[in-house]
């Protein structure tokens, strides 16, 4: 029998905080449902004679100093840290900036500050719903529908954010687009798209300003496009039998509050309406050292940039920063037990503030369980010795934590998988369906022009796209102050002493600077963060290696619209010095905004970052042209990378792991 399905809610009420081991306390845990009622009251408190309403975009901790929380981790039974709330809400047509004390089970403002840059905030689901209900009122709308000769009550709208082209600061204004699919015969909306018209809503005021009724498009059919079980027949694949994954003493991990352990691990884990996952204060046991050694301060991704690549009046706008413009973790679903995550998972709920702070529950938001699919940590068989046949096998049973998230069409199932030996997987496994075009081709052979894509069925054209995909990644490795080294791998010559003629081998290169770590390796490299006041006991610098995942390169030109404020990508790695209000790859407020904010912008300082308390960032890259394969709905497609142990240890970390 399968083990139980484990489900724990992320709720720690702050009135339980005197009452309960402060270890449940722990400076990064996200605000429970009570906290995010007293701070949003709170904030209320400052708007009661407001003309427009009030919408809470943001709500979530305020990172304490990092010197605080390090000596707090160092001795969890010490008092917990003082707990703050930032919060950025919408009033009369600004932004507003809050930091909430909790102190003493109640809220006070320390500090508020209106937001004079570009761009807003992320956008709330409430008001992306309310835009879509406007315009599907507008009378006009209703016309241009029956027009069509369509069934408005088939119809669906998605708002889309719209980017920013050149326009002035006073001139850009906080807008979206709502645009129309049919679900007529099918619940696969995203390939039967009503090209030809769209609407525009002002979401401050929610009003819609503009209707554009520009054409009349061929409506694809729905054979075909449907992905339900329930809907399938005969004939079906080939099954597989059935697998089962059995626990039956129960996890080997132990959570209290949101910190676990797990076999040589420890760490926090949270959860944030933004990025969605947080891994912050892991550390790793070295059995030889008979101590933990700090590993990572905070991990979450930073920015998913998806610029679509036709640039016709209908499309070209459509260039999405996902986590900044609509929330990764807001628009993270409920995981599926046994099919999301295996039988022997444990589940996590969350909360994050709805648009008016009332707390909202996601259900199932993450799960946590051991993975062991037939992996070998370390094995060897000796046959060289006379007589003797030896042979050892450790199996690999790894952690992974996992959240999914849907942004419209597209499905990112995201990962933070940890290993014995040390090492850090992160991965990203893209599915769900492509957004099409309609056309009026139906087969290759008529296709004489630019069409952005590919034909994948009649009358449906898959756009091309990329998925540029940042990680924020403070590493303290053994501590806080690290270098960058870039090891490049250089071919020589030899000295004609043998027959062998050349050779390679590895010029160190400690980067110093910010601007020469922007890298976007072309040439034979390993790119190592170390702490340079650390050594093993041969001499060598500990550190990690950072294995890169796939790494597109950029191809919209660089003075382009989306690419300015896309500009994260124009580089694979990039290091900064530490900053606790640096996070964001695309900057704080991305809707609308003008790429004045970016990494480009931040590491522009070019300030030291040899053996400074430093932070990697980290772009993977998919350029995606859509395939045949892919329709209705796609295959997973999966990227990562690795942050692996290179002479962190003495000797193998797991050499004394036991064989099950």
């Keep these: 029998m399968a083990h139980p399905i484990f489900k724990i809610p992320i709720l720690v009420f702050l009135f339980l ?27 209320k408190s400052k708007f009661t004679n407001i003309a427009q309403r009030l919408t809470f975009h943001y709500v979530g901790i305020e990172d304490p100093n990092k010197p605080d929380v390090l000596s707090w981790v160092a001795n969890p039974r010490s008092p917990p840290l003082p707990r703050q709330a930032f919060v950025v809400v919408r009033a009369n ?22 937001y004079q840059g570009t761009g807003f905030p992320t956008l709330t689901l409430q008001e992306q719903e309310e835009a879509i209900e406007v315009s599907l009122k507008h009378q006009p709308f209703i016309s241009s529908i029956e027009k069509r000769g369509l069934n408005i009550s088939d119809v669906v709208g998605s708002a889309f954010s719209i980017g920013w082209y050149g326009e002035a600061q006073s001139e850009t204004k906080r807008i979206v687009k709502v645009l129309f699919f049919y679900k007529e015969s099918t619940v696969n909306v995203w390939l039967r798209p009503i090209e030809g018209i769209e609407t525009t809503v002002d979401l401050d005021d929610m009003v819609l300003t503009e209707l554009k009724d520009i054409h009349v498009s061929v409506m694809p059919k729905s054979e075909g496009t449907e992905y339900q079980a329930s809907t399938m027949r005969p004939p079906f694949l080939a099954e597989t039998k059935p697998i089962l994954v059995n626990q039956p003493h129960g996890p080997s991990f132990v959570v209290r509050g949101h910190t676990v352990s797990w076999a040589n691990w420890d760490f926090h884990l949270s959860f944030d309406m933004r990025v969605g996952v947080v891994i912050s204060t892991a550390s790793i046991y ?16 930073s920015e998913l940039f998806v610029p679509y690549q036709d640039p016709t009046e209908e499309w070209y706008y459509r260039t999405f920063m996902d986590a900044g413009e609509f929330g990764m973790g807001s628009s993270a679903v409920a995981l599926e037990p046994h099919h999301d995550c295996p039988s022997n998972a444990m589940f996590f709920d969350a909360y ?16 946590m369980f051991e993975k062991y699919a037939g992996d070998i940590a370390w094995r060897h068989t000796e046959a060289v010795i006379p007589g003797e046949l030896i042979r050892e096998v450790r199996r690999e049973v790894s952690l992974v934590i996992r959240t999914i998230t849907v ?65 924020y990644l403070d590493l303290d490795i053994d501590g806080q102050e690290n270098s960058f080294q870039k090891l490049k791998l250089k071919s020589f010559r030899t000295d004609g002493s043998t027959p062998r003629k050349s050779y390679w081998s590895v010029v160190s290169e400690e980067v110093k600077k910010e601007l020469d770590a922007r890298l976007r390796p072309t040439e034979p490299v390993e790119l ?77 300082q070019n300030r030291d970052i040899n053996n400074k308390d430093i932070v990697l960032w980290h772009t993977i890259g998919f350029h995606h042209h859509p395939s045949q394969d892919e329709f209705p709905i796609m295959p997973t497609l999966t990227g990562g990378f690795e942050l692996r142990p290179t ?3 003495d000797r193998n970390p797991i050499l004394k792991m036991r064989s099950p």
């Excluded at 047509?93 to 209106?114: D, M, R, Y």
Aim: proline letters at 5%.
């Design 17 to 43: 905080f005197t009452s309960i081991p402060s270890i449940s306390s722990h400076p990064f845990d996200p605000l429970s449902s009570l906290e995010i009622q007293i701070v949003t009251s709170t904030v």
């Design 93 to 114: 047509k600004q932004t507003h900036e809050f930091i909430v004390s909790l102190a003493n089970g109640k809220g006070s403002i320390v500090s508020e500050h209106v």
């Design 286 to 301: 070295d059995i030889d050292q008979q101590k933990k050694r700090q590993v990572l301060y905070r991990g979450q991704i």
């Design 352 to 367: 994050h503030a709805g648009q008016d702070g009332t707390p909202v529950k996601l259900e199932n938001a993450y799960c």
């Design 407 to 471: 942004i419209g069409n597209y499905d990112y199932i995201l990962d933070w998988e940890l290993k014995k030996c040390g090492t850090i997987k992160l991965s990203v496994s893209l599915t769900g369906i492509m957004e099409g075009k309609t056309t009026t081709y139906k087969h290759e052979s008529e296709v004489k022009e630019e069409i952005y894509g590919l034909l994948v069925a009649p009358n449906t054209i898959g756009i091309n796209h990329d998925h540029f995909i940042t990680y």
């Design 528 to 604: 190592h963060i170390v702490n340079p006041n650390k050594k093993t006991a041969v001499g060598n610098k500990v550190g990690y290696r950072l294995i890169p995942g796939p790494m597109a390169i950029p191809l919209l030109s660089e003075d382009d619209y989306p690419q300015i404020r896309g500009s994260l990508c124009d580089y694979d790695i990039w290091v900064t010095p530490y900053n606790k209000s640096e996070k964001w790859a695309g900057g704080m407020y991305v809707d609308r905004g003008h790429g004045d904010k970016t990494l480009t912008q931040i590491t522009e």
């Design 647 to 649: 002479n962190f240890f």
